[in-house]
């Protein structure tokens, strides 16, 4: 219906403002989970459109929509084509709180700098527009890094075959964008006996594997402790976070590409166009700063998969591998795989000479 | 009260100026806004559908648009070589070109700022980048130092040759004292938005064919040859098509410029070579690509094959003072001059930047048709603005725009 819209929430339906005026926002900004309270809100929505027949919902003012004022005023010295947008959701005569999810998702401000209430509200706002727009609940998290974690990543090159098993799972479990193939890691292909030569190395091969004289070897973002990317954001949408992710906030993010320019490790994507995943493969267990869905214009990345990290799994590259050649774990945890690894390895990293202290370490057997 | 009465007048004046000419004048306005339509046509295509539209990749993920923000950046800082002796120096040979050089800059600058946002992924969230609303990355981002110093220069070459021709529009003399501070901070102001803009690229570890500590020098003398350059085409086609007077001597001046900044490119030219080629390593294969094509992968060839010849003979013919002072000549060498910094600081320096990639992935890179649409409706949009000003300005110049002089009439 509003294909046009240059938001990836699209919202396909109409529905009238919430009942519930008592909480403090559009979407449920209130204390308890979401999940049940949406249920109720959107039956209700919809009934209610039903019922007026038409798309005459009153413009209810809600508490939320302070700060959502406060940035317009701002906004409209200077943002046109923002505004621009806003208004012409608002002309498309959907439903007002579609519109009022969009113009406060539109003017919201930078994920870093959020309280973690503002967390949850942008949470709950979107977590309600995919519902409007699909008829089907996300669970979405804002959960912060603990303390006493640092995670880092070890790839033992003796054991990988090659398969890319983590790749598929690394794309289904992080929506990333089924038309332009998007994918964070790639895998290397290296002749034996030549040493680690990535200009020769193929990235891109379509052949059985493992190709006889050939070993693999696979890259993504390597969480850097010093990354050359965050420095160079304009808008700081991305950052180091405690637990040494380095995340993106897409919404905030401006698209000038100059992170990609700037990482010595391939590790950054553009989404070129709108991403597109099929409904059904859609993985609804998501983070914000993780594996929702994307719009165009916005840089993403590996985040270490942080909707599964930080609730204490591994990313889904590890738990897909099939010869366990990854291994994912807390850097500040003295019992932990990855430091029985580097303790016991000759572990090694790649570019050290820039300076830029990867948490990604290789070994071999 | 009465300068905005006076101000209005002017806005008035000038609309009545720009809006009546010669039926050349007519055809080359109709000419530009043809161009920036379908340039804007183009660019819907690129909002509707995203940057996919456009040559770039996740490979190379910067083409034509920064490439040609970093040229014009260049041609902007130009303008100083005009306001520096004309203003400080009270060089008076100058005078009468430096309004045309600052409103030159102006042109430049705003084509600067609209190649940033069409290669903005998110143009309605630009105002991220505000300070105060926004969240700007300063100092650590040179991006964000590279948008107060091209904001700044515009500012201060929008409103030197304002105030000079407000204050000449109503037929007073303009106040050295007020101007030739402003001119003075806009001679440091022109070196460093060039060198600012070096920085972006020289301080990234990750592109080894940027991070070369030679790149921000040879941005300015190469800048230095190529601004003055287009100075002095415009210079020659005013000279021959309006009543406003440039003598000779401010021509020869300003070869004599072009001359010196093409010849200390030429010798950084020499080093970066020398450097790249005689003991290479590693980090030469992008010059490699870029000079001679890696594994058979040579789009770039003909571009930067091209350039080096007409570099290299512009330069040498410059140098003889015989050929400067023929004007055909100068002007024949300011034309290629002018190509071939556009190629060389255009895609010569941004697209290898990222060839071979961060391991050694070797994927080209070809504009797309509606990108170069996108950016010929951006370069008519610069000679468009420069049209309306250097209109306005020789009329006010040659005393033919005057206030309240339509009224004596």
């Known amino acids: 219906m509003s294909e046009n819209n240059t938001k990836w929430f699209s919202l396909n339906l109409s529905n009238s403002k919430p009942k519930q005026q008592a909480s403090t926002c559009g979407c449920g900004n209130t204390s308890g989970g979401c999940g049940g309270h949406q249920n109720e809100i959107r039956s209700s929505a919809i009934g209610d459109e039903r019922h007026k027949d038409g798309f005459e919902q009153v413009f209810d003012v809600q508490m939320d929509r302070r700060t959502a004022f406060k940035k317009l005023t701002a906004s409209l010295l200077i943002g046109a084509g923002a505004v621009t947008t806003s208004c012409s959701v608002v002309a498309d005569e959907k439903s007002k709180e579609k519109a009022q999810i969009d113009w406060e998702e539109q003017f919201k401000g930078n994920y870093k700098l959020m309280s973690d209430e503002e967390k949850k509200a942008t949470v709950d706002r979107l977590v309600r527009s995919y519902e409007l727009r699909t008829n089907k609940t996300i669970s979405m998290t804002s959960e912060n890094a603990q303390e006493n974690v640092l995670f880092g990543y070890a790839f033992n090159i003796s054991k990988c075959q090659g398969y890319m098993d983590c790749v598929s799972a690394c794309v289904e479990e992080n929506n990333q964008d089924r038309n332009s193939e998007m994918q964070y890691i790639r895998i290397h292909e290296m002749k034996d006996g030549q040493g680690l030569k990535f200009d020769e190395a193929d990235d891109n091969y379509y052949h059985e594997v493992p190709a006889e004289g050939h070993f693999y070897l696979g890259t993504q973002c390597f969480h850097c402790d010093n990354p050359p990317c965050v420095d160079v954001c304009p808008v700081q949408a991305t950052w180091r976070e405690e637990d040494g992710l380095v995340v993106i906030d897409y919404d905030w993010c401006v698209g000038c590409r100059y992170c990609m320019a700037a990482c010595p490790y391939d590790g950054r994507r553009f989404n070129w166009s709108k991403p597109e995943v099929p409904e059904d493969e859609v993985n609804k267990n998501q983070h914000y700063l993780g594996n929702r869905m994307r719009k165009k214009g916005v840089m993403e990345k590996c985040t270490f998969c942080v909707q599964r990290s930080r609730k204490g799994q591994n990313p889904a590259c590890v738990d897909a591998c099939p010869t366990g050649a990854r291994i994912f774990g807390n850097l500040l945890d003295p019992n932990s795989t990855i430091r029985w690894v580097l303790e016991n390895k000759k572990v090694f990293r790649l570019k050290e000479d820039l300076g830029t202290e990867p948490k990604f370490w290789y070994f071999m057997d | ?409």
């Open chain 2, 1 to 409: 009260m009465r300068r905005l009465k006076v101000f209005k007048s002017l806005l008035i004046d000038s609309l009545d100026v720009i809006t009546h000419g010669s039926r050349k004048y007519h055809l080359w306005m109709g000419f530009l806004t043809f161009v920036m339509l379908v340039g804007m046509y183009c660019y819907s295509i690129q909002l509707d559908q995203g940057l996919s539209v456009t040559g770039m990749t996740d490979r190379v993920s910067w083409g034509l648009y920064i490439s040609n923000f970093t040229f014009l950046v260049g041609v902007a800082a130009a303008a100083v070589m005009l306001v520096m002796p004309t203003y400080v120096l009270k060089d008076i040979d100058f005078k009468q070109a430096v309004l045309i050089g600052e409103g030159l800059a102006v042109a430049a600058l705003i084509m600067c700022l609209a190649f940033v946002v069409a290669d903005m992924g998110g143009p309605s969230v630009l105002w991220h980048m505000i300070p105060g609303i926004g969240v700007f990355n300063f100092p650590n981002s040179m991006l964000t130092w590279d948008v107060i110093v091209l904001n700044g220069y515009l500012f201060l070459n929008i409103s030197i040759p304002y105030y000079i021709l407000f204050r000449h529009y109503q037929g007073k003399d303009a106040n050295p004292k007020i101007y030739v501070p402003g001119a003075l901070i806009s001679v440091f102001w022109a070196v460093s938005i060039h060198l600012v803009t070096a920085f972006l690229y020289q301080g990234l570890q990750a592109r080894p064919f940027w991070n070369n500590a030679l790149l921000g020098p040879r941005f300015l003398a190469s800048a230095f040859a190529a601004g003055p350059a287009l100075i002095i085409l415009v210079l020659a086609i005013i000279r021959n098509y309006t009543a406003f007077k440039v003598e000779n001597k401010t021509i020869g001046k300003l070869a004599m410029i072009v001359t010196v900044a093409a010849q200390i490119n030429l010798i950084m030219l020499v080093s970066e070579l020398f450097k790249e080629f005689y003991a290479p390593t590693h980090h030469s294969e992008s010059a490699y690509y870029l000079f001679f094509g890696l594994h058979g992968k040579n789009a770039l060839l003909p571009w930067i094959w091209t350039s080096i010849p007409l570099n290299v003979l512009a330069t040498v013919l410059l140098t003889f003072g015989k050929f400067r002072n023929n004007f055909k000549v100068l002007y024949f060498c300011c034309f290629i001059l002018f190509v071939a910094i556009w190629i060389e600081k255009g895609f010569g320096l941004i697209v290898p930047g990222f060839i071979p990639g961060p391991y050694g992935k070797i994927a080209e890179y070809t504009p797309t048709g509606v990108e170069i649409g996108v950016t010929m409706g951006i370069w008519a949009l610069g000679a468009f603005v420069f049209t309306i000003l250097a209109k306005t300005a020789i009329k006010i110049e040659t005393g033919k725009l005057r206030y309240k002089k339509k009224d004596s009439q």
